[in-house]
């Protein structure tokens, strides 16, 4: 009861604090009450997600926005970086074995890797290198990957499976090498589905490439992509694998 108490008020002061639309407010409402039948470590692990996330965006103020949206979290972002998480922290809290856990705890590892790697890369100044293709971009780009954001997306996965071991007796040190790697994996499958998949427009006033369907006041037109691939949906794509290997590794390994 207290946890999910403490849910509700964690997302009406993100509200409060300008962090989330009236959908996002909702949209973290659900995800925290699902987590919070968990107990408190997994909001705790919810926790270390945002709250880590916010701090890393804070920390590498972005110098230009290259995203698609603003810094409000409207629904699909929610859902795209917790719903997994919602989904194995309802199934746990009927069902408690390690491998629902350790699926909850692997979206999580892998909503962190690539907010930090995001944070971190994105707003490296100079050029990256798409995951796939190879090709040298401007920072920022879906799909292009830097040494900085690569390690900070390691760390963030690392240091998820780390707490997620010492928050839960049934996860065992394997089990956090596992989330750990998963986790990794799931922002590997980002930077690709990014890279291969997603939506990307051009400007037609200033001819740059963006992730907005607006740009210097015009609509911009589609150069690659497929339609209703956006940044939220790779983000599902990544937390859901994460969620997937990471379950199906700990059912057939340990
Ligand atoms: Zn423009």
């Given amino acids: 009861m207290m946890t999910i108490l403490a849910a509700c008020l964690a997302a009406a002061g993100a509200f409060a604090g300008g962090l989330l639309t009236g959908?996002?407010?909702?949209?973290?409402l659900?995800?925290?009450?699902?987590?919070?039948?968990?107990?408190w470590n997994g909001l705790f692990l919810l926790g270390f997600f945002f709250g880590s996330s916010y701090l890393l965006e804070r920390l590498f103020r972005p110098a230009e926005e290259v995203e698609a949206k603003g810094s409000r979290r409207d629904a699909a972002q929610v859902a795209a970086n917790g719903g997994a998480a919602a989904?194995?922290?309802l199934v746990y809290s009927v069902f408690p074995a390690?491998?629902?856990m350790a699926a909850f705890a692997a979206s999580l590892a892998a909503a962190t890797s690539d907010t930090w790697a995001s944070a971190a890369g994105k707003r490296t100044a100079g050029t990256a290198v798409l995951i796939i293709s190879r090709k040298r971009v401007k920072a920022g780009v879906s799909g292009a990957v830097t040494a900085k954001g690569s390690s900070w997306a390691f760390g963030g996965a690392v240091l998820t499976a780390a707490a997620a071991y010492l928050l839960f007796a049934d996860i065992t040190a394997l089990h956090a090498l596992i989330i750990a790697a998963a986790g990794f994996t799931g922002?590997?499958?980002?930077?690709?589905?990014g890279e291969k998949l997603q939506l990307l427009y051009t400007c037609?006033?200033?001819g740059e490439a963006t992730e907005k369907e607006q740009h210097c006041g015009k609509p911009t037109f589609v150069i690659k992509g497929i339609r209703g691939i956006n940044n939220d949906a790779v983000n599902m794509i990544a937390t859901c694998s994460a969620a997937f290997l990471a379950g199906f590794c700990v059912l057939l390994f340990t």
Avoid: K, R, T, W
């Avoid at 925290?32 to 039948?37: A, E, F, K, N, W």
């Avoid at 922002?187 to 589905?193: E, G, K, P």
């Fill in 187 to 193: 922002q590997l499958i980002d930077s690709a589905v």
């Fill in 204 to 206: 037609p006033v200033c």
């Fill in 23 to 28: 959908s996002g407010l909702a949209a973290s």
């Fill in 87 to 89: 989904v194995a922290g």
């Fill in 30 to 39: 659900a995800v925290g009450i699902s987590v919070s039948l968990v107990g």
């Fill in 98 to 100: 390690a491998f629902i």
